[in-house]
């Protein structure tokens, strides 16, 4: 039975940097491809970035490009979500999820996800 588990969630300051991890227990993640999601009180989970098994190829949601980079590190079982310059915004989780579909939008199509990590950007 395998699961994931995020990490990283803080709060911090607008301009601030955060980077939030996400480690597979129970199964090989380098097997397969890894998003992650955001979530805000009342909305939607939305995905804003994902990374192929290899690690070759990622994709980013417009409103995180150029701030945000998605990486892993498969000797550690482990992907990583590296936000800078994070700009004022309501509290969100953070989760990230994985299967064999690759990177696609809903997350309820993910075989593995976790519990999530919670972001604010506060002064």
């Known amino acids: 039975q395998g699961s994931l588990v995020e990490s990283g969630g803080a709060l911090v300051q607008p301009g601030g940097s955060l980077r939030l991890s996400c480690v597979a227990y129970g199964f090989t993640l380098r097997d397969y491809p890894v998003g992650w999601f955001r979530q805000a009180p009342g909305k939607e989970r939305e995905k804003i970035s994902c990374?192929?098994?290899?690690?070759?190829?990622?994709y980013y949601a417009d409103a995180v490009k150029g701030r945000v980079t998605i990486s892993r590190d498969n000797a550690k079982n482990t992907v990583y979500l590296q936000m800078n310059d994070l700009t004022p915004d309501a509290p969100a989780d953070y989760y990230c999820?994985?299967?064999?579909?690759?990177?696609?939008?809903?997350?309820?199509?993910?075989?593995?996800g976790g519990q999530g990590t919670k972001v604010t950007v506060s002064s």
């Open positions: 999820a994985t299967g064999r579909n690759p990177c696609v939008n809903n997350w309820r199509l993910y075989t593995y």
């Open positions: 990374i192929s098994s290899g690690g070759g190829t990622t």
